[in-house]
């Protein structure tokens, strides 16, 4: 109620109510706006730097001696999802700033933890972590990116490790150097052995290679030898046997052993010879008691001519049985055609 122009006590309390309201409503409609602002320059991605303050790493060879590292890197990111990200960012308070410092929170602790185990699980010295660089990011990749995308909403377009320093100062590091400098040292000398004894056992494979060729070549030598003696030997008696064999045809006698003692076998006959064939035979020959031979088919007919082969004179060959008189042997039967037979002895 209005009273000579001045309002009641009451409509003044309401107004300046409604105007609180007003400048409250106003202010947060600010805020909102604010936010919405940062958001949507997330959607065109982001570049947030991390570092991680010096942290001890031990070498999977020498547990005793902590190194100290720090790790600096940079992180992109982008919203692509922008109602994903602020179902899960639900914040009053969220802006770019604060979400910024929850990110490289989160990244270092994750980067911290990746570059702590890189040495045990993935066999890396402490002191090559600095030029392990690239080996690092791709661990910090693939540990890294799914856990942030899920935590926070995002899509991480990379992670990179920029930077990893070991603290050379450090006692560790100067202790590990030391170690690891005299175990370089001796295992160079333990190459340098057994690269030598290498060499060695080369040498007396080599030599002991040469040794067996010349074994081999001394005893070719000496069989060849041995077998041109042989043929030597062997040339010399023949030719010895030849000459004896022509003086025994010349002589046309020749000692044969005795026959050992036979059962008695029908005799064996033979086929006339055709006209101009000269039958292949050897014979002994019984004469004056001795046994001589053995003789051929032309050597036989000198004897018949010379009359030391009858009727009545034993002979034998292979495969008979005994002696028998030429004159029973179907075979010599030519020798003796043309020749008068013997005369029977005088009673």
């Known amino acids: 109620m209005k009273i000579f122009g001045f309002s009641s006590k009451k409509e003044v309390e309401e107004k ?11 202010g947060r409609q600010s805020v909102l706006q604010g936010q919405q602002s940062d958001l949507s320059n997330l959607a065109k991605g982001s570049q947030v730097p991390f570092a991680v303050p010096f942290f001890d790493v031990f070498d999977p060879r020498f547990e005793n001696f902590a190194v100290p590292v720090a790790v600096d890197g940079m992180i992109v990111y982008a919203v692509e999802d922008i109602a994903r990200f602020n179902s899960i960012n639900k914040s009053q308070n969220m802006n770019d700033g ?3 410092q929850k990110l490289k929170g989160q990244v270092t602790k994750y980067v911290k933890s990746v ?3 890189a040495p045990m699980d993935n066999h890396i010295q402490v002191l090559q972590l600095e030029r392990k660089i690239v080996e690092i990011s791709e661990l910090v990749q693939q540990y890294v990116t799914p856990k942030i995308e899920s935590l926070f909403g995002i899509n ?4 990179d490790i920029i930077e990893i320093r070991a603290d050379h100062d450090s006692r560790g590091y100067r202790e590990l150097k030391a170690v690891t400098t005299e175990l370089e040292a001796d295992s160079l000398t333990r190459r340098q052995e057994m690269s030598l004894g290498g060499q060695e056992e080369m040498q007396r494979i080599q030599l002991e290679h040469q ?9 070719e030598l000496q069989r060849a030898s041995r077998l041109q003696t042989e043929t030597n030997f062997m040339g010399a008696h023949q030719a010895d046997l ?3 064999a022509q003086v025994a045809q010349a002589q046309g006698r020749m000692f044969a052993p005795q026959m050992p003692d036979v059962p008695p076998m029908p ?13 292949q035979v050897s014979y002994m020959v019984g004469i004056n008691g001795q046994q001589m031979g053995p003789y051929n088919w032309n050597q036989l007919q000198q004897l018949v001519l010379q009359g030391e082969l009858t009727h009545q004179t034993y002979v034998w060959k292979q495969g008979m049985p005994q002696w028998q008189l030429a ?3 179907q075979e010599l039967t030519p020798l003796f055609q043309g020749s008068a037979p013997q005369m029977p002895p005088m009673p």
Request: glycine share 12%; charged share 25%; no cysteine.
């Open 16 to 26: 300046e109510r409604l105007a609180r309201q007003s400048g409250r409503e106003a």
């Open 98 to 100: 604060v979400f910024q």
């Open 115 to 117: 570059v702590t185990n």
């Open 156 to 159: 991480v377009r990379s992670i």
């Open 211 to 219: 040794r067996e060729t010349m074994r081999i070549q001394r005893e």
């Open 242 to 244: 030849n000459a004896a």
């Open 267 to 279: 005799g064996m006959g033979g086929v006339p010879p055709m006209p101009g064939f000269v039958p």
């Open 327 to 329: 004159g029973e042997v």
